[in-house]
């Protein structure tokens, strides 16, 4: 059974704190992605990630980083939190090739206060 | 980059009528456009996905179909049922085939 994991699904953290979210597949999959959903405004690209150590900006990359060391795990970094980055975090991966399906994580809540 | 538009945001349908959402595109060159459910509380999952070499793809009540020409492509659900309400996204995958770029999401509510 594929699986997609994040470290947490509720977080609470105040601003100007750094927050790193956690991602990690056991599929083996080259692409990793990070997502912000916002009612109404769908699943927005964040960054992507096509292998290890290499990444792209997504539409809304400003005020966020991203690492991927290891081909399995994918971080999500938030230099300095604001409370407009109080949202849904979803994590996703799929294939470059073949069966590209996106599968994904169970999102993060975070709640910047 | 893509940019991918999805109409209605919002859709309430009777019980056992058709339920029709619509997205357009605008990178010529994307060749794969997934559909995913999303129930309250969960995660999206991919319900039906076609690629750009076919015009329509069916999997019992739910159908999508593509048109490269207009950039647009729809997702049709017939027989609706209680258990289709949830919300809906279309995606397209961009050139590059590593991107994939998602609607604004439909939420659809079955009235018995």
């Known amino acids: 059974d594929v699986k997609v994991t994040q470290s947490s699904r509720y977080l609470v953290k105040r601003t100007g704190e750094k927050v790193f979210l956690e991602c990690v597949q056991d599929?083996?999959?080259?692409?990793m992605f990070w997502y912000r959903q916002d009612p109404g405004l769908g699943l927005r690209l964040i960054y992507f990630s096509y292998d290890v150590k290499m990444k792209e900006k997504g539409d809304i990359p400003e005020g966020y980083s991203v690492s991927r060391e290891k081909k399995e795990r994918f971080s999500l970094i938030l230099e300095s939190a604001s409370t407009n980055q109080t949202s849904m975090y979803l994590c996703?991966?799929?294939?470059?090739?073949?069966?590209?399906?996106?599968?994904f994580g169970q999102g993060t809540r975070l709640t910047v206060v | 980059g893509e940019n991918v538009e999805q109409h209605p945001s919002t859709l309430s349908v009777q019980e056992g009528d058709s339920a029709v959402i619509k997205c357009t595109y605008s990178?010529?060159?994307?060749?794969?456009f997934p559909w995913y459910k999303q129930e309250l509380g969960k995660r999206p999952q991919l319900i039906i996905d076609?690629?750009?070499?076919?015009g329509e793809k069916k999997d019992q009540r739910i159908a999508v179909t593509l048109n490269k020409t207009a950039k647009h492509f729809s997702l049709h659900i017939t027989e609706t049922q209680p258990e289709d309400s949830a919300v809906y996204f279309c995606a397209a995958r961009d050139s590059s085939a590593s991107k994939i770029i998602f609607g604004s999401g439909t939420r659809l509510s079955i009235r018995p």
């Open positions: 076609i690629r750009s070499n076919v």
């Open positions: 990178d010529s060159a994307s060749n794969y």
């Open positions: 599929m083996d999959h080259e692409n």
């Open positions: 996703a991966s799929s294939l470059v090739r073949g069966n590209t399906e996106a599968f």
